[in-house]
DNA sequence: TCTCCTCGTTCGGTTTGACGAACGCATGAC
DNA sequence: GTCATGCGTTCGTCAAACCGAACGAGGAGA
């Protein structure tokens, strides 16, 4: 099942996860309370880490545990809008779009977001291969990377790159969406 | 975050594995290819085992190695709208609320699902291990394992074990939510 | 009863992971 | 130029994780 070690898993974690928050490996080992030569041969795949250090090093890169263990990163995919299948149910009055399926290897982190009609509110690019999926559940968006937003009403989706600069503006008073964070 | 130490979680996931595969501990610490002694002290939570350990048991245990560290999940978590930690932009008027971190190694299919007032939509369990977030976008829903469905209104969000017998009732008319399916 | 087996725990000895100091290498200030 | 700061790596020391052996407890069978 498993072609690589868990200690190269492990050390390509930490490397991917510590690149981004941007930090040095002195720094990230002051964070976790740890040698940094200890760190140092974790992230070269030689050794063999406690759980402990493991732990204090998820606490400090603030990413759950697991995290840590994954399975290696595969190959960049993403799945454009509009790809998903729509499935009809065979139940009445009731019907499931698949707006996206997840890719394998991916990441997606589920989120609530709220916005007041106002200066939108720009985000940094996040690391490469990021995709963003947004789904209104009131009032009215204008979302998008850079030049690019469109405006988005209830029920409207929209997946964009988040690996580029790109912007949410609420429209309305009591705007509301879901998001979803794509890593792969 | 967690109150319990990745030492106890992992002494108890041990216990709890083993009791599963009706395995003795003399037993799992051959097939793991350890010395009893070291697995008889990780489950009474003394010592800091190395991720190779950890690892071993893992395999042996033919569970993913997240199980072994990662806190026993609840069946029904329910967070209401305005509930959860929001994370207020530096930008005003902007607020974010993380409702699920990916866990590693799963796969997220992104639904967008509408319902009409009528009999329940029933859906049988699926494959081990999925579990299903369901965020309310308009109207009202009941929803969740049978037996233990909750009722949700716009922003609500729930999240709940899919490997169980469940039920979507859409209350009212023109109800929609974002469904995602998780599969470990 | 006695024997034999397996269970889980405890006890020294060896291996090794974590630490801190020192290193070489960059970059920036003066 | 010199000095200072921060980076990531390497090396020697020490604590501890891991191991194997021995232990006592319980059960099955002759």
Sequence with gaps: ????????????????????????LAELARRAGIAKST?????????????????????????????????????????RAGEGHAIASDQARFTSTLLAACP??????????????????AAHAHIRGTTEHLLVTAGRWQAGPEGEEVELGPGDYACFPGDRPHRYTALEPGAGAVLVMEYV
Tied chains: 1, 2.
């Design 1 to 24: 099942m498993n072609r690589t070690s868990p200690l190269e898993t492990i050390a390509i974690a930490l490397r991917r996860e510590r690149d981004r928050l941007g930090v040095s």
């Design 39 to 79: 760190l140092s041969q974790l992230e070269a795949a030689a050794g063999n880490p406690s759980v402990e250090t493991l732990w204090a090093l998820a606490v400090a890169l603030d990413v759950p545990f697991s995290r840590l263990v994954d399975p290696p990163t595969r190959p960049v995919r993403v799945i």
């Design 104 to 121: 394998p290897g991916a990441r997606r982190d589920l989120h609530h977001i709220t916005g007041e009609p106002g200066p939108p509110r």
